[in-house]
């Protein structure tokens, strides 16, 4: 099953249709239909798969698989631990997760499941296993699908009796975690391990070093319940690939840590297109943002493993795809790394919570409306782009991302508790590269930076001694660095650094941080420019407000009590140099500085033609995308002549401009039956 394809399909629930034969005898004719050659099955088939405990019924999906694979579709197999089935919960109420309030939930909903419960451990491996003995060498199965979407967290006194074990082997004595935790302040010291609880509004809640280790230690419990089933399986098939969906910005685990276990990332995702608050390249961006974090996770292709033809069900307001956007947001998905294009899902439920999510073939079981020839249309298109499979992305800027930080400034009290915005911040200066045709990763703060001729910090208040060492030697070396306001702050336990900052990197950036100052919303100072590369602008939620020692000002404040210090400035730092932006400016201002900070670290697009506005630039191998999110059409210039790009089109060029792929005009005609690209 290791052929370079482009996977497309979907999440397949026919265990909802097992009364309806000729339902499932339609389904695989629409695949066909639809280009399908992958789907995802038994997510959420444990009560059919075990009705009663230890009697199981493996035949029916037996039966799915294989007339799924007699029509040419591979399977994503599933452990189906997501959900639970209620005989469990009603002999086994331990399964049941406990909230922090110490109240435990009713049977009910999914993800929801204790995670450290041996009772639980042990009807999962052994469901696991049975499904490995049965199916693990079907030629079918493609990859297995570990769970689905892990999140939350249980504090029953099974899980307080890990954390406590958790907590010992990571600091070997309480005197140890109360130097750790600081918990002098409000004599809130431990004098014995049964002491220490979870963080609960009915408790401590306010001691940041127990947050923060709270949330290292749920990351700690999901990833090895990952490991957990991920063994189970591979006991039986030692070289089954797996993979479980990662969500969005979720950030209630470390992806850095989950991605180690993982063979390949998958993640699942359902912009909200269309909306009142940003344009579509704005929603494009915000997008492969998190496509670009999945991609970097093991710098290699992922996998799109959901996302929706139409609408969900579960926004605020879940307004479908118009025309076109289906095509343009699944090779987005493409451009940015993924090797697939999967839905949630195949044919939509007749009843229950998700009934109104679009599915691929709605209640009306049709294959000439607008949705499903669509969906056609992507499938033949991602049959056309065979050739993008399996090819990576270049190295050109990377930027740190950081969970364990994202926990701190989460829970931090000050200097803004209205928010500090540390997804915004990436978002501006990742949306100031992309904007100059530039590609993104993403890297743990610990992370080789090495091939990368620029690398942005953004807000990483949390700092421990190998990351500062890390960033240090990047410069020496001849790096380009970029560091932004509220940076170097405190250590790996939270607790603020005695001395200059940004902790450890003042020599490095040429200047001390002698104070911040947090601004309202909607409030700004003004900045000058101090140089012809830079615009007057504004700041605004955090200034920064730094001493110079060496640095060079190319922008400064010029309102408030503290104008004529620098808000952006320059420093050669051994053989390279280091930027500080001291506040958060307006967006579109970030588009021009990165001209201005690409051009000085000699890091030249790879795409060297103009880029129209509302157009992104993406590469893969030696394969350039070009995606106009403008309704309107679009001139290009491409080295070999002008393409005219219609609105909401993709091309696919090689680097020289040779044109390989153009995707067709939407909307296509509704009448006709199939999908223009087929005709």
């Known amino acids: ?125 052994k469901m696991d296993q049975i499904l490995a003995k049965r199916f693990g060498k079907h030629p079918a199965v493609r990859y297995w699908h570990i769970s689905n979407e892990f999140n939350g967290e249980c504090h029953c006194p099974l899980c307080q009796a890990s954390f406590r074990q958790w907590l010992q082997a990571k600091y070997g004595s309480l005197e140890a975690l109360n130097e750790a935790w600081y918990t002098t302040f409000w004599s809130h010291t431990y004098t014995d391990w049964s002491q220490v609880e979870s963080p609960s509004p009915l408790g401590e809640s306010g001691l940041q070093g127990l947050l923060l280790d709270w949330r290292r230690f749920v990351s700690w419990q999901t990833i090895d319940f990952y490991r957990f089933e991920r063994d189970a399986i591979r006991e039986i098939l030692p070289e089954a690939l797996c993979t479980t969906n990662l969500m969005d910005h979720f950030d209630g685990f470390d992806h850095w840590a989950m991605a180690k276990e993982m063979d390949i990332i998958s993640w699942d995702s359902y912009p909200e297109w269309h909306n009142p608050r940003e344009t579509e390249e704005q929603t494009a961006l915000r997008t492969a943002f998190v496509h670009d974090i999945y991609y970097s996770m093991k710098d290699k292709p992922f996998l799109l493993m959901e996302s929706t033809p139409s609408n969900t069900n579960w926004q605020a307001v879940s307004r479908p795809k118009e025309p076109g956007m289906h095509m343009l947001s699944s090779l987005l998905a493409l451009a940015e790394g993924a090797d697939s294009v999967m839905y949630f899902q195949w044919r939509r439920s007749r009843g229950a919570m998700e009934k109104i999510h679009g599915g691929v073939v709605g209640p009306d079981c049709q294959a000439d409306n607008r949705v499903f020839l669509e969906t056609a249309a992507v499938g033949k298109a991602l049959q056309d782009l065979t050739f993008i499979a399996g090819e990576k992305r270049p190295k050109q800027a990377a930027i740190i991302l950081d969970y364990n930080n994202k926990w701190v400034l989460d829970a931090s009290q000050g200097p803004r508790n209205c928010g500090l915005g540390y997804w915004e911040e990436m978002h501006r200066h990742y949306d100031g590269l992309r904007h100059n045709g530039y590609s993104v990763d993403f890297l743990p703060p610990k992370g080789d930076l090495s091939a990368y001729p620029l690398v942005i910090v953004p807000m990483l208040y949390l700092m421990d001694d190998a990351t ?212």
């Open 1 to 125: 099953m290791n052929e370079p394809i482009l996977l497309h399909g979907g999440d397949y629930n026919p265990e909802q249709w097992l009364d309806h034969p000729e339902v499932l005898e339609q389904d695989v004719q629409l695949m066909q239909k639809a280009h399908v050659n992958s789907v995802s099955v038994g997510i959420f088939s444990w009560a059919k798969l075990e009705p009663e405990e230890n009697v199981y019924d493996l035949d029916w999906l037996g039966e799915i698989i294989d007339r799924l694979w007699a029509h040419g579709v591979g399977v994503i197999l599933a452990t189906p631990s997501g959900a639970r089935p209620n005989w469990m919960a009603q002999r086994y109420p331990e399964v049941l997760r406990v909230n922090a309030k110490r109240e435990r939930s009713l049977f009910g909903g999914r993800e929801n499941h204790c995670l450290t419960s041996p009772v639980y451990r042990d009807k999962v491996r």
């Open 468 to 679: 500062i060492q890390n960033l240090r030697d990047y410069v020496q070396n001849g790096g380009h660095l970029v560091v932004s306001a509220w940076s170097g702050i405190a250590d790996e336990q939270d607790q603020l650094r005695q001395g200059d900052t940004p902790y450890g990197l003042t020599d490095l950036l040429g200047l001390r941080v002698t104070e911040t100052v947090a601004l309202w919303d909607g409030e700004q100072v003004s900045c000058t420019s101090c140089t012809e590369d830079l615009s007057d602008t504004e700041g605004a939620i955090l200034c920064d407000v730094p001493a110079l020692e060496g640095a060079e000002t190319l922008l400064q404040y010029s309102s408030a009590f503290f104008a004529g210090t620098p808000a952006i400035t320059k420093n050669r730092f051994g053989k390279g140099t280091a930027w500080f932006a001291a506040t958060r400016f307006p967006a579109p201002f970030y588009k021009t500085l990165y001209q201005t900070i690409c051009r000085d670290s000699g890091m030249a697009a790879i795409w060297q033609h103009p880029i129209p506005e509302g157009v992104l630039v993406s590469y893969r191998g030696p394969y350039v995308f070009l995606q106009n999110w403008n309704r309107t059409a679009v001139s290009l210039e491409t080295g070999k002549g002008t393409l005219e790009l219609h609105g909401w089109g993709t091309a696919v060029l090689e680097q020289d401009g040779a044109v390989r792929y153009v995707s067709e005009p939407f909307p296509f005609p509704l009448t006709a039956g199939k999908p223009a690209a087929e005709k």
